[in-house]
């Protein structure tokens, strides 16, 4: 079960369709704090099916963030029912099953990432920078973002995931991070690729590959 998913089966539980809850009472729910990004940054509570703790905290349960009160610290969630087609295998197939995949991809390599730095990654925010990163350390000395691209129908290069990759390394190397990556899984060719082309442009941005099928990590760059 994921970390957030005790939160997750409360808010399922509840009769009511409307609730908020203090930041405070999460945490104790959890047992654990919340990282700093969420006392900050309303991205943190997105709606974003890409991120463990939307995804296992409310989403899949059928529930949505409808405004966060920093000042407050509190968090007002809604009842969406969005949980019965998250459920329906067939009916979400062509939609949900590349997040699905995305998102699975995400938190495992969030456990096997944690490990290999030896510090507790989650997302989070950074200083002047507008973007929720995938995987940060407590005190931001690590960041890094999760891809999980293949080739255009399995052969043809990706122009817009190169782009993308692009984006997130430029963003990356705006940080004041020591360590600062980009994690891919599914296809390695996409990265690779990529590295070919670009990775003569790349300043102290760490590559890695992901096997999701026996859960080993390599150093690309």
């Not at 309303?42 to 409808?66: I, S, T």
């Not at 360590?179 to 296809?187: A, E």
Request: a positive charge; glycine letters at 6%.
């Amino acid at each position: 079960m994921g970390k957030y998913e005790i939160l997750g089966n409360f808010l399922k539980n509840q009769r009511k369709n409307r609730m908020t809850l203090a930041f405070k009472e999460i945490e104790n729910m959890l047992n654990f704090n919340l990282p700093n990004s969420s006392k900050s940054y309303r991205a943190w509570w997105a709606n974003d099916p890409y991120h463990v703790q939307a995804y296992d905290g409310w989403l899949k349960f059928g529930f949505n963030v409808e405004n966060v009160n920093f000042k407050e610290e509190t968090v007002h969630f809604i009842r969406t029912g969005i949980n019965k087609s998250i459920k329906t295998k067939e009916s979400t197939k062509s939609n949900l099953a590349p997040r699905s995949k995305a998102y699975e991809f995400e938190r495992k390599s969030g456990e096997i990432l944690s490990k290999y730095f030896n510090e507790e990654l989650s997302p989070g925010q950074v200083d002047g920078i507008h973007k929720l990163f995938d995987f940060v350390s407590k005190d931001g000395s690590i960041i890094g973002d999760a891809k999980y691209f293949t080739l255009v129908h399995g052969k043809s290069l990706p122009p817009a995931k190169f782009s993308v990759i692009a984006e997130h390394t430029w963003l990356l190397e705006k940080t004041k991070a020591k360590r600062k990556f980009l994690v891919f899984g599914n296809d390695r060719r996409v990265p690779e690729e990529w590295l070919k082309r670009y990775g003569n442009l790349v300043k102290n941005i760490e590559f890695y590959f992901i096997d999701d099928k026996n859960n080993t990590i390599e150093r690309l760059n």
